[in-house]
């Protein structure tokens, strides 16, 4: 299994554009979310999903929107990036919220300017 | 509002010397997880802690939870220089809120260095 998989690994914006984060995972998890990690600070939830298509907000849903058409794949949409969407993005998936031990991508560093 | 305090954020100690990092959060939850993280790279499970005194221990480290006085403990014994790296508590509201979706809040990590 490839696990949980995100592309791309970097990418640069400029203010206004609009791009998508890619995140698939494999393991046939029906729960999964995005995080945001910005410098000495934890990680806070953007949006998550309990399945396909059922997507709900997390603590810092504004300028991201997402779907979620198949149980694999949970694109993360910025509508018009801003400086202050610069920050480190993981997906993360689990078999099932509450119980589940939740995997971890790999991360997608963006840096808008 | 959950917050998630952990302490100390930054953890400086010895090989081969004992520490605890302390957890602690200000709304009722009986499900806690802690993280690895190495600098650049993406988050590794260590533990998951689902009641009330639950404490798993995988070699070095050993995680508790107390669910009443909202705290859980990440004791280190006799650390090793592998150990090195920043370490985040998240609590869990699931089922707090309705819904079936664990919603996770995180600490802002310990960065723990191990020296020679």
């Known amino acids: 299994n490839a696990g949980v998989t995100q592309t791309p690994k970097f990418q640069v914006l400029k203010t206004g554009q609009s791009m998508t984060l890619q995140c698939a995972q494999d393991m046939n998890h029906e729960y999964m979310s995005w995080y945001r990690q910005d410098p000495g600070m934890g990680l806070r939830l953007i949006h998550y999903s309990v399945g396909a298509g059922i997507t709900d907000q997390g603590e810092v849903p504004n300028g991201y929107n997402v779907s979620r058409s198949t149980t694999e794949d949970f694109p993360l949409r910025l509508l018009s990036a801003a400086p202050s969407q610069t920050s480190v993005y993981f997906c993360a998936s689990s078999y099932r919220g509450g119980t589940s031990e939740q995997y971890f991508g790999p991360g997608t560093r963006l840096t808008v300017t | 509002e959950l917050k998630v305090e952990q302490n100390p954020l930054f953890l400086s100690m010895q090989e081969g010397k004992n520490y605890t990092i302390y957890c602690n959060y200000s709304t009722t939850s009986d499900r806690l997880y802690w993280y690895r993280q190495d600098p650049g790279k993406s988050l590794e499970s260590l533990f998951v802690?689902?009641?009330?005194?639950a404490v798993k221990q995988e070699g070095r480290l050993m995680a508790s939870l107390d669910t009443k006085a909202r705290l859980s403990t990440l004791h280190i014994t006799a650390a090793v220089h592998d150990l090195s790296a920043t370490y985040f508590c998240?609590?869990?509201?699931?089922?707090?809120?309705?819904?079936?979706?664990?919603?996770?809040?995180f600490g802002t990590g310990t960065r723990l260095q191990v020296t020679l």
């Open positions: 802690l689902l009641s009330n005194g």
């Open positions: 998240a609590v869990d509201m699931w089922g707090r809120e309705g819904g079936t979706a664990s919603k996770l809040t």
